[in-house]
Structures are given as structure tokens and as C-alpha cells.
Nanobody
Framework: VQLQASGGGLVEAGGSLRLSCAAS????????VAWFRQAPGQERMFVAA????????EYADSVTGRFTISRDNAETTVSLQMNSLKPEDTAIYYC???????????????????WGPGTQVTVSS
């Protein structure tokens, strides 16, 4: 199984980007999926998560109201719609998958078993 994050890029402050996370060879339908981000010299930080089986979503306070996490209709990908971007949103964004079948999506790095290689998001001021 390979996990791939895409959709990053360079955008001006106030702009939008949409990130996508897909797993080759496996649907993400039955698993909790989260987005984290890591800025240079900083720890990987929680951004948003969506729980399996119609479970809820969680957001970091810093992105609430600006970012939206969702699954596509076929539940093969998980997207992160990012609006009103700020320079402080600049980071490498990673999607993580929890293969444990837990019904609660974790906000911690340790709650996810598998990570994709990340996609760079740069927001200019």
C-alpha cells in the first residue's frame, strides 16, 4: 500500500488550496485519516482528522473555520480544503492512516500507523 498526498503549492495569503490523500490498492473507507503539518524546525502538528464509518471530524483550533476535511463519495480519497490561508500555514502537509479500526480519530502522531511522503504548502505574505 502506498499513501500519496497531493495538491500542495505556492499561494498568496488569503488564497485557497485543496490537498488530497489517496491509498493505492486500498480504500480509505474503513479507516481514520488525518492531516498533520510540519514546519521547518518544528514538530509534526495535528491539523484535521475524519473518523471511520461516518464518524466525526476534528480540527486544530488554528484552522477551525478555514479548513475542511472530507471523504469523496467513493471514499477512496480524503481531502483537505484550505481557505483563507495564512503565512503561518506554510509547512509540509502529511496524511496519516490509522489501520486499527478505532472509532475515534486521534489528534496525536502516535495514533497513525502509516504516512505518505507529504506535500509542500507555501503561503506568501
Amino acid at each position: 500500500v502506498q499513501l500519496q498526498a497531493s495538491g500542495g503549492g505556492l499561494v498568496e495569503a488569503g488564497g485557497s488550496l485543496r490537498l488530497s490523500c489517496a491509498a493505492s490498492g486500498r480504500t480509505l473507507k474503513n479507516y481514520n485519516v488525518a492531516w498533520f503539518r510540519q514546519a521547518p524546525g518544528q514538530e509534526r502538528m495535528f491539523v484535521a482528522a475524519v473518523a471511520r464509518a461516518g464518524g466525526g471530524v476534528e480540527y486544530a483550533d488554528s484552522v477551525t473555520g478555514r479548513f475542511t476535511i472530507s471523504r469523496d463519495n467513493a471514499e477512496t480519497t480524503v481531502s483537505l480544503q484550505m481557505n483563507s490561508l495564512k503565512p503561518e500555514d506554510t509547512a509540509i502537509y502529511y496524511c496519516g492512516v490509522d489501520w486499527s479500526l478505532s472509532h475515534t480519530a486521534s489528534v496525536f502522531v502516535s495514533g497513525y500507523d502509516y504516512w505518505g511522503p507529504g506535500t509542500q504548502v507555501t503561503v506568501s505574505s
